[in-house]
């Protein structure tokens, strides 16, 4: 009793810090919030110089001393990479059926509903890359933040079978559909801002045998050259973008996504970037695609989807709620965050289970 009673006055004292990390190309952005007796006492936002994915010396300190100066401080930050996924229940012979390999990954999951994989090679290399600071006390998979987001808005099915949730970041995106309420289905990819290359992952078959370079994946996923031809130039996306007719909208019979047959032609906005024009074209045909696999694959239960909610990092889901809605004929709704604070919030959550 006198125990308990020490432990909960000690508790009162305690200052933990909660802190966020997102890595994007050469910059980390971090959220730390700061509790006390349960409660927030402080909040900040930071940004570092991050060399090649890697924490700068002056991002090291900062963190070093937001340890040195709470009582417990706890770490977090998402796994990017495209080797993550998620398959519908717990059953290890379904991982076996999609050719993936139980002892490269690591697992979670949610009451044998769903899991969510990733590399177990990738976990171990942002691990090696906070070895200063005794490594990374939690390594979400988007998958996990984007069920956080879902949970934390309340958002749930919407006369529609089938939902996508995009997780739209600045260097990746990570794509999630829920059949019912339950997560059945999940792609990713990566590009390159330097070179506008692209590195997808659309089905749950990825390797995890060997930890893979640029090369060995791009070996194993389906090129662009042989996913969509629908926004095959510059010229091509810019009449869609900038395109505000829907009078060519129409929901489908079936829900093969296929091109349109002509795009009505339209100036494109000024300001709009022409870097900005080509990871649209990237992503949307990485969507459909990713909802044709969804569709097609016969190891998991579809239904149709009619909704999407995109979860927008940095201000650019524009031209990506207007392509659902007008060329796949799925409403969506764009709803800002901030990823940094997303899973910092994930790790407190996390924390006080």
Known sequence: MLGKLFLDIAFQFARIAYIGIVINANKAEITTEIYQNRKLIKREKREFESPNGNPSQLMVDYLQRTEKHNTYAYTATALSSINQGAIPGADPNFFKAMSIEVDKIVTLSNSDRWTVYGSIYDVEDIQKRFSTLE????????????DYLRDKMSLALMNSESEVYL??????????IYNGDILTYSSHFKFDDEVEDMIESNDLGDIFGEPMNVNDINSEVVELDNISDDFNTIEDLNTFIASDDPSNMGKPEMPELSAPEEAPQFDLDKEVLETNIKRDMLLFNFIKNSLNAFYKNDHFKSGFVSNAYIFDTHGAAKGIGKFFKEELCVESQIIDIDLSESICALAVAEAAL
């Open 167 to 176: 997780l739209y970041d600045k260097t990746s995106v990570t794509l999630v």
């Open 135 to 146: 490594g990374i006390d939690y390594i979400f998979p988007t998958e996990c933040v984007i």
